[in-house]
């Protein structure tokens, strides 16, 4: 494979690889998927045979623009500082917990990084092109450095450690927000976000849904799981938006 430097896209899904070497001469490559694409699916579900941990022969591959991985042990992102054209970014089911790798990668719009072992988003502050960030089952109470991602328009973070949502108060372009399996309590900060069209809260601490009444352009709400007072229903079958 290492000839075939004429390759601009590469799938190489459900296979057995543990080592990239080969594919270090591909520098003409712009998209390079290693896993499924699976953007609404359960952590665990199975999207790759393949049992990469070393990521560093990806670094000369500059041009790519979409790369996708479920490399499983995958711990190091720093060979990744260098593919700045990256738009699309998918790595689940790893070890990952340093994220400062992406801190330059500003042109990410999509960025997915569910079942690992992030705790700290200072890196992804700089990140303010990004659409989509879905960050599910890691290790995330403080989500301040979210707050300059005014571009969001869907956002996941279920099954973290937050508590707080202040910081998502200023996402007024939210539209799709996963909450699920946290432990929060006071859903005032969500009451700015008028855009919002689904919100899914299940597995929680919310006992009021009143900070929600603001939101007009609400069709689907999931609160199962909650230790609710007023279960006032919110859920419009015809949003006016």
Do not use: Y
């Not at 494979?1 to 899904?13: F, G």
């Not at 001469?25 to 609404?40: G, R």
């Not at 979409?66 to 992102?77: A, M, P, S």
Request: some cysteine; hydrophobic content about 40%; aromatic content about 2%.
């Amino acid at each position: 494979m290492t000839n075939l430097t004429n390759l601009t896209e590469l799938s190489l899904i459900g296979n057995e690889i543990s080592n990239l070497t080969p594919l270090a001469n591909l520098t003409n490559l712009t998209e390079l998927h290693l896993a499924f694409k699976i953007v609404f699916s359960a952590p665990g579900f199975a999207l790759s045979n393949n049992d990469i941990i070393d990521l560093s022969p990806l670094a000369s591959l500059t041009k790519l623009t979409e790369l996708t991985i479920c490399g499983k042990q995958i711990r190091d992102l720093t060979p990744l500082s260098s593919l700045t054209n990256l738009t699309e970014l998918v790595l689940v089911v790893n070890k990952v917990s340093d994220l400062t790798a992406l801190s330059g990668l500003t042109n990410l719009t999509e960025l997915i990084l569910w079942s690992n072992e992030i705790s700290d988003l200072a890196p992804l502050s700089n990140l303010v092109n990004l659409t989509e960030l879905m960050l599910w089952d890691n290790e995330i109470s403080d989500l301040a450095p979210l707050s300059p991602l005014t571009d969001l328009t869907l956002l996941n973070l279920n099954e973290n450690e937050i508590s707080d949502l202040t910081p998502l108060s200023s996402l007024t372009n939210l539209r799709w927000l996963e909450l699920n399996d946290n432990e929060i309590s006071d859903l005032a900060p969500l009451s700015s976000l008028t855009n919002l069209r689904e919100l899914h809260l299940s597995g929680n601490e919310i006992r009021d849904l009143a900070p929600l009444l603001s939101l007009d352009c609400l069709f689907r709400l999931s609160v199962d799981n909650n230790p609710l007072v007023d279960p006032t229903p919110l859920v419009q079958s015809d949003p006016q938006c």
